[in-house]
């Protein structure tokens, strides 16, 4: 299971931590990833990082503003939203696979998502 957690509301130019729980040890091993779904808009690849965490991609909406990480140790991982825009605004959803980078196929696990609203 995944417990995404710390959306907000913030004002634009801020920013956001976002955090992904995972249960189990075996999500330490799991690739692990972003998506965001803005109101009346499908769903989208925002981040995704390989278990390691040396390894790691972007949508390029979010390049060089946004950074995700992880936390083996504590079996967590991080989205860092720097210079949020109100076109970031949109509900966040984590999401982890055992195989794949959640980039190329739908993650089989997702967490229940958080809700970030940035206002201009």
């Known amino acids: 299971q995944l417990q995404a957690s710390g959306g907000g509301l913030v004002q634009a130019g801020d920013s956001l931590r976002l955090s992904c729980a995972g249960s189990?040890?075996?999500?330490?091993?799991?690739?692990m990833g972003w998506f965001r779904q803005a109101p009346g808009k499908g769903r989208e690849f925002v981040a995704s990082i390989n278990w390691t965490g040396e390894i790691t991609y972007y949508a390029d909406s979010v390049k060089g503003r946004f950074t995700i990480s992880r936390d083996n140790a504590k079996n967590t991982g991080f989205l860092q939203m720097n210079s949020a825009k109100p076109e970031d605004t949109a509900v966040y959803y984590c999401?982890?696979?055992?195989?794949?980078?959640?980039?190329?196929?739908?993650?089989?696990?997702w967490g229940q998502g958080t809700e970030v609203t940035v206002s201009s």
């Open positions: 189990g040890r075996a999500f330490s091993y799991y690739y």
């Open positions: 999401a982890a696979d055992p195989r794949t980078d959640v980039r190329f196929n739908t993650p089989r696990y």
